[in-house]
């Protein structure tokens, strides 16, 4: 599987739109590319999946170029709740390896 | 629809001692996978089972043990306890072997001494 690379870090405002951005360089053809979120003493929880192009759901979206070998996790309006680490990784038959994540601060 | 569950929540062991924890999977689901997550670190792959098979597993020596059982809860086993062996264990099912979507229960906080 792709070892994925993402920011150690961010930090935000409440009511920002906040793009995480993850690079998987090797990504295999039959990787999917899916982002968790996880916040402190609980398990991960499964924000979107994507293959390629765009995908949206009620939380938030995901653009992947044609090539793959990045991906953006898109935040629209993020309060203070939704600080927390945020993962991506490439999944391949359930098979999936977490980085160190994302740790996202959203400030008032 | 019951979640992922884990037991116990907490657990204390000493050096050299053994350590079974215990995972229901979420209602319907055949696929349990198991991760040891050390402070500060993303989750780390143990193993995954598949219908009470072994389907995959991860850099971790054999004392690391697992079983499902026929109504697809699991186990994790630790034989051997070493002070590196103190981490959250997180315990994850998924519909079936081949559905990427995994959900996750909350984990057991296993210290060693």
């Known amino acids: 599987l792709a070892k994925t690379t993402q920011p150690i870090s961010m930090d935000s405002y409440e009511g920002q739109e906040v793009n995480i951005t993850c690079s998987h360089n090797?990504?295999?053809?039959?990787?999917?590319i899916t982002w968790y979120q996880q916040f402190p003493s609980q398990g991960p929880r499964f924000i979107i999946q994507g293959y390629k192009t765009k995908v949206t759901n009620e939380v938030a979206s995901l653009f992947i170029p044609a090539d793959r070998k990045s991906s953006t996790l898109s935040l629209p309006r993020v309060s203070l709740s939704d600080t927390a680490v945020y993962y991506c990784l490439s999944v391949r038959n359930n098979d999936m390896r977490f980085g160190a994540g994302t740790r996202l601060t959203v400030k008032p | 629809e019951t979640g992922v569950t884990q037991s116990p929540t907490h657990l204390i062991k000493t050096r050299g001692q053994q350590v079974t924890l215990r995972c229901s999977s979420q209602?319907?689901?055949?696929?349990v996978s198991w991760y040891q997550q050390a402070l500060g670190q993303g989750p780390q792959f143990i193993f995954q089972y598949y219908r009470e098979e072994e389907n995959g597993r991860g850099n971790f020596p054999p004392r690391f043990s697992g079983l499902q059982f026929p109504n697809y809860s699991s186990e994790l086993n630790v034989n051997a306890l070493e002070l590196d062996d103190s981490a959250l264990y997180l315990c994850?099912?998924?519909?079936?072997?081949?559905?990427?979507?995994?959900?996750f229960g909350p984990g057991t906080r296993l210290t060693v001494l």
């Open positions: 090797n990504i295999a053809t039959n990787d999917y």
């Open positions: 209602s319907g689901h055949n696929t």
């Open positions: 994850a099912s998924s519909l079936r072997q081949d559905y990427n979507e995994q959900f």
